[in-house]
C-alpha cells in the first residue's frame, strides 16, 4: 500500500462524515464560484473584442439630458473614429410594469446601427426590411425567445419618459456576443412621436480604428466640445457599464465579503472534521509511529487527508456553481445575470482555494497529532 | 422522563473545540443572512417611510417616476384651486411645483461618480415637508433653507457625509454654474436623504426647463381630504394627470433592492444547508462519542423519544449559540450607511443597514432551523442504536 492509497482510504474511512463534511464544504464553495464569476464578469471582462473598440458619449451632467445630433458629426472627424451612431433610451412600458417586461429600447439609425456594432450579427434582408420601415424594429435572440416574437409581430410600448405610445413591428432579430436584451428602432419615428426629442440624441456609440486608440479618442472628444453648452463624457463601453455596477453600490466590498465569510465558514467544517478525525485515531498514530512512521510524515498524512477531501468537495462545488450560472445565465427573467459563465481560470483558481482551506484547517490538528506521545497515545481510549 | 437540560450543556462544554468551531460557522451563515436582511430592511425604510400620506403627488399621465414627463406650467393654478388643500402660512393653498433632475457627484472616498437626484422646489414645498409640526418628517440640522431667487441648495446628511464638497458653505457644479451649499437636512432614513434641494425657478432655468413642471405636491388637509385630491386630479379629463398618494409612489420604488434580494436569498439558502451538513456531522460525532453513555441511558430508563428530544435540543442549543455569536459579530455594522441605485429614478438611494428586531427574530428562527434538522438524523441515530452492541463497544 502506499502513501497516497492509504491518505485515500483513510479520508473515506467514515464516509457519514466524509461525505458531510464534503456537502458543508462544497455549498460554501458554490457561493465563492458564482461570486467569483460575477466578479469576473463586472471588472475583469472586457467583452467581445469588438466591444473594446466601442465608446460611449453622453451629457456630462448625466444620462436624463440629451445632446444634439450634430455632434455626430463632428466626433466623426476625430481621427481614429470609424463609425457613430445616436442611440437614446426610451425606456417605455411594454405591457405593464411589471419587472419581468422591463427591457431596454433605444432609438438609434437604422443605416449606421450595425456599422459600430458589428459584432452583432443579423441576416442581410431583415436588416433591410428594418431598414426600410420607419416604424420597424429588430430586438435581440434573448430577448425575443423570452417573449416569443417573430419577425413581423406587434410590440407596443407606452412611453413613461415623454407623452408617446409607439407601435413597433418586429423586423429584425439579431444576436449578440453577450445577450443585451435590447430593442432598437428607428429615431426618425421618435423624433415624430416626441418632437422635442428633434435633432438630440442621449447617448451616441462610438466605433474606433483599434483598442488602443480608445483612451485618446474618449479626451478628444470631450475636448473639442468642453466650451459647448453640451458638455460630453466619454468612456469605453466597459466604463460605460461599470458606471451602472457602481450604481448598484459597493458591488465589490459587498462580494469581499460574502467570499470571506463563505471561505471562512468552508475552512471552520473542515478544521472541525480534521479535529474528530484526529482525535479518534490517536491510537492508530501511535501505532504509525511505532511502525516507524517520522513525525513529518504522519503530518503528511492528515494534512493530505483533508486535502483530498475539500478538492474533491470543491470540485462537486465548482460543477454545481457552474450548472446553477449556466441556469442563471440562460434564464431570460433574471436578465441582470444574461451571459455570465463560469470559466476554466474561475474553476482552477476555486479548485485550489478548496485545496488550501483543506490544508490550513488540517494543519494545527494535524500537528497536535504528530506530536502525540507514543506511550500516551496507545493508552488512549477514546 | 426527560432528560435534564443541564447534561446537553454540560456535554457541550466538554467539547469545547468542537462546540465552538461548530456554532462559529452556524454563526458565519447567520452574520451572512444578517447582514443581507439588515440591508433589505434598511433599503424598505428608506421607501416606506418616505411620502406623507397626506401629500398627493401629481404626474402627467403615464409616466411612473417624477424624473421622466413634466407637464404644462399653466395647469399649475388649477390644481392649486382643488378644494381640500391645506393652507400655507401666507393662507394660500399649500402647493408645490417642482423639477427633479440626477446630477453626478463624485464620491468623497474616490470610488466614482454617483447619480444623485437635485429636487427645485417652491417656498411651500419646503414648509409642507416639516410637517406635521410635532415630528416633522425633514428637519434642518445646520445652516439654514435656501432663499427663492438664490442659486443655493440644501443637501441631506448622508449626501454631506458621503460625498465630496457638501458642507455648509461649499460650492457644488451642476447645471449652468455653481450653488452654494447653505443648510444641511436630516430627512431620518426616507428617500429625501439621497436628494439636494434648491429653488425650482433657478433649477429650472439652469436646465432649459422653463414653462414646466416635472411634478407638483399638493399638501391636503386630511386623509380623506387626500383621497379626494388625488381622484379629483386623475379624473379632470382635460388635465391629463394623474394623482398619487406620496406614500404609494414610494412603497412602489422598493422594488430596487432586487438584486440584492436574489442575492440574500441565494446566499442564505446554500449557506443554510451547508450549516445544517456542518452541525448534522458534530451531532454524528457527538453521539457517537456517547453512544455507550446513551445506552446506559436507555438502562436506567430514559425512553427513545427523551433520548431524542435531547440530542435535538443540544443540536438547537449549539445553533443558538451560533445565532447570537453571529447577531454580535453584526451589531458594529448596524447603522453603517450604504447607497445603491433607485431602479425608478437610476439616482442614489442612501439608506442605513437595520437590525430591526424582525431580522434578530428571523436569524435566530433561520438557526434553530438549521440546528434543528442538522441534530434530527444523528438524535433518531442516537435513539434508535442497539443497547447491547452499544454497551459493549
Avoid at chain 2, 424598505?44 to 411620502?51: E, T
Avoid at chain 2, 381622484?231 to 433592492?257: C, F, H, I
Wanted: contains cysteine; aromatic residues 10%.
Amino acid at each position: 500500500m502506499t502513501l497516497t492509497s492509504f491518505v485515500t482510504k483513510s479520508a473515506f474511512r467514515n464516509k457519514r462524515r466524509t461525505l458531510l463534511t464534503m456537502v458543508g464544504i462544497a455549498l460554501p464553495l458554490v457561493i465563492l464560484t458564482v461570486m467569483m464569476t460575477v466578479w469576473r464578469a463586472f471588472y475583469l471582462d472586457n467583452g467581445s473584442e469588438q466591444s473594446t473598440q466601442r465608446l460611449i458619449t453622453r451629457h456630462r451632467v448625466s444620462l436624463t439630458f440629451s445632446l444634439p445630433i450634430y455632434y455626430a458629426q463632428k466626433i466623426k472627424t476625430v481621427p481614429g473614429v470609424v463609425e457613430v451612431v445616436p442611440t437614446q433610451w426610451f425606456g417605455g412600458k411594454y405591457i405593464d410594469d411589471k419587472p419581468e417586461h422591463f427591457f431596454a429600447q433605444f432609438a438609434t439609425d437604422p443605416q449606421e446601427f450595425f456599422k459600430v456594432y458589428t459584432d452583432f450579427k443579423i441576416p442581410p434582408d431583415q436588416l433591410d426590411a428594418w431598414q426600410r420601415d420607419r416604424a420597424g424594429a429588430v430586438v435581440d435572440s434573448e430577448l425575443a425567445k423570452k417573449f416569443n416574437w417573430k419577425i413581423g409581430d406587434r410590440v407596443v410600448l407606452q412611453g413613461t419618459i415623454w407623452d408617446a405610445n409607439l407601435e413597433l413591428t418586429v423586423r429584425g432579430i439579431y444576436t449578440a456576443p453577450q445577450p443585451t436584451q435590447s430593442l432598437y428602432f428607428d429615431r426618425k419615428y421618435l423624433e415624430e412621436a416626441v418632437p422635442v426629442m428633434k435633432d438630440q440624441s442621449g447617448t451616441f456609440g462610438i466605433l474606433a480604428d483599434s483598442p488602443s486608440d480608445v483612451p485618446k479618442i474618449a479626451a478628444a472628444v470631450d475636448d473639442m466640445f468642453h466650451n459647448s453648452p453640451q458638455q460630453t463624457k466619454t468612456e469605453s463601453e466597459k466604463a460605460f457599464g461599470l458606471d451602472f455596477v457602481a450604481m448598484l453600490g459597493n458591488v465589490k466590498a459587498f462580494i469581499l465579503g460574502i467570499c470571506g465569510a463563505v471561505v471562512f465558514a468552508s475552512l471552520l467544517v473542515s478544521a472541525n472534521t480534521m479535529a474528530m478525525t484526529i482525535r479518534e485515531r490517536t491510537r492508530e498514530v501511535a501505532v504509525l509511529k511505532t511502525l516507524g512512521f517520522t513525525r513529518k510524515t504522519v503530518l503528511a498524512i492528515f494534512v493530505g487527508e483533508a486535502v483530498v477531501v475539500a478538492a474533491i468537495a470543491g470540485a462537486i462545488g465548482i460543477l454545481l456553481a457552474t450548472g446553477l450560472m449556466f441556469w442563471v445565465g440562460h434564464n431570460p427573467n433574471l436578465g441582470f445575470f444574461q451571459g455570465f459563465g463560469v470559466n476554466t481560470a474561475t474553476m482552477i483558481l476555486s479548485l485550489l482555494l478548496a485545496g488550501l482551506v483543506g490544508f490550513v484547517a488540517a494543519l494545527f490538528p494535524s500537528y497536535h497529532a504528530s506530536q502525540v506521545d507514543i506511550v500516551e497515545g496507545l493508552r488512549y481510549i477514546g | 422522563m426527560a432528560i435534564p437540560i443541564s447534561y446537553n450543556i454540560r456535554n457541550l462544554k466538554l467539547r469545547k473545540g468542537l462546540t465552538i468551531m461548530t456554532a462559529l460557522g452556524i454563526a458565519l451563515t447567520v452574520t451572512t443572512v444578517v447582514f443581507l436582511m439588515a440591508l433589505l430592511a434598511g433599503l424598505r425604510k428608506a421607501f416606506v417611510s418616505s411620502g406623507d400620506p397626506l401629500n398627493v403627488l401629481v404626474l402627467r399621465k403615464g409616466s411612473t417616476a417624477e424624473l421622466s414627463g413634466g407637464f404644462d406650467a399653466n395647469l399649475f393654478p388649477t390644481l392649486k384651486n382643488l378644494p381640500g388643500i391645506a393652507k400655507d402660512g401666507k393662507g394660500d393653498p399649500m402647493a408645490s411645483g417642482e423639477w427633479v433632475v440626477v446630477i453626478v457627484l463624485p464620491r468623497k472616498d474616490g470610488t466614482g461618480e454617483v447619480n444623485v437626484t437635485v429636487r427645485g422646489m417652491m417656498e411651500d414645498g419646503l414648509e409642507m415637508r416639516q410637517l406635521p409640526k410635532d415630528h416633522p418628517k425633514v428637519k434642518l440640522v445646520d445652516g439654514r433653507w435656501f432663499v427663492p431667487g438664490q442659486r443655493e441648495v440644501v443637501v441631506s446628511k448622508s449626501i454631506q457625509q458621503r460625498f465630496a464638497n457638501c458642507n455648509v458653505g461649499d460650492t457644488i457644479q451642476f447645471g449652468k454654474g455653481s450653488w452654494k451649499v447653505v443648510g444641511i437636512f436630516d430627512a431620518g432614513g426616507s428617500a429625501y436623504e439621497s436628494e439636494v434641494w434648491g429653488d425650482v425657478n433657478q433649477m429650472a432655468s439652469d436646465f432649459d426647463r422653463q414653462g414646466a413642471f416635472a411634478s407638483a405636491y399638493l399638501r391636503a388637509t386630511d386623509a380623506s381630504a387626500a383621497t379626494a385630491l388625488k381622484n379629483a386630479v386623475s379624473d379632470d379629463q382635460r388635465l391629463k394627470l394623474d394623482g398619487m398618494l406620496e406614500t404609494d409612489y414610494y412603497a412602489k420604488q422598493t422594488s430596487s433592492g432586487g438584486p440584492i434580494k436574489v442575492v440574500g436569498y441565494m446566499v442564505g439558502f446554500i449557506m443554510g444547508i451547508g450549516s445544517i451538513f456542518a452541525a448534522m456531522n458534530t451531532m454524528y460525532a457527538a453521539v457517537a462519542y456517547r453512544s455507550r453513555e446513551i445506552a446506559t441511558l436507555r438502562v436506567i430508563g430514559f425512553s427513545r423519544p427523551s433520548i431524542l428530544t435531547s440530542f435535538v435540543f443540544e443540536s438547537l442549543v449549539l445553533s443558538l449559540l451560533g445565532a447570537i455569536v453571529g447577531i454580535v459579530l453584526m451589531l458594529p455594522f448596524n447603522g453603517m450607511t450604504t447607497g445603491t441605485s433607485n431602479s425608478v429614478t437610476f439616482s442614489e438611494v442612501v439608506f442605513a443597514l437595520r437590525m430591526t428586531p424582525t431580522v434578530v427574530l428571523y436569524a435566530v428562527i433561520f438557526a434553530l432551523v438549521m440546528g434543528f434538522f442538522g441534530g434530527l438524523a444523528p438524535a433518531w441515530h442516537a435513539a434508535r442504536q442497539n443497547i447491547l452492541t452499544a454497551l459493549r463497544g
